[in-house]
Nanobody
């Protein structure tokens, strides 16, 4: 069974930084797109950033210039570096990936989420 496990969330003051990690485990062939989404209390889940293949990236306008998405394919791990955090970045952050498990099957997999709280 393929799983994504996030880590790195926590409490940080405004202006601070955190780095989230998303590690894939299980039996699979490859990972194409990896993304980070977030859901704040009372709001819908939204895309934060996405990396397609090795280096094509997309960011939500709210995080451009502050967040950086990356991946290390040798470790099957994705990262989200978050700088200059703001109160409105408080949310549960979820990792998402399209994972090819066989020549005829690609799964969309979600992690369990990690809480990021920005507070003074």
């Amino acid at each position: 069974q393929v799983q994504l496990v996030e880590s790195g969330g926590g409490l940080v003051q405004p202006g601070g930084s955190l780095r989230l990690s998303c590690a894939a485990s299980g039996s699979f062939i490859s990972i194409s797109t990896m993304g980070w989404y977030r859901q704040a209390p009372g709001k819908e889940r939204e895309l934060v950033a996405r990396i397609i293949g090795e280096s094509v990236t997309n960011y939500a306008d709210a995080v451009k210039g502050r967040f950086t998405i990356s991946r290390d394919n040798t470790k099957n791990t994705g990262y989200l570096q978050m700088n200059d955090l703001k109160l409105e970045d408080t949310a549960v952050y979820y990792c998402n990936a399209d994972i090819t498990v066989s020549s005829w099957s690609t799964l969309e997999v979600w992690g369990q989420g990690t809480l990021v709280t920005v507070s003074s």
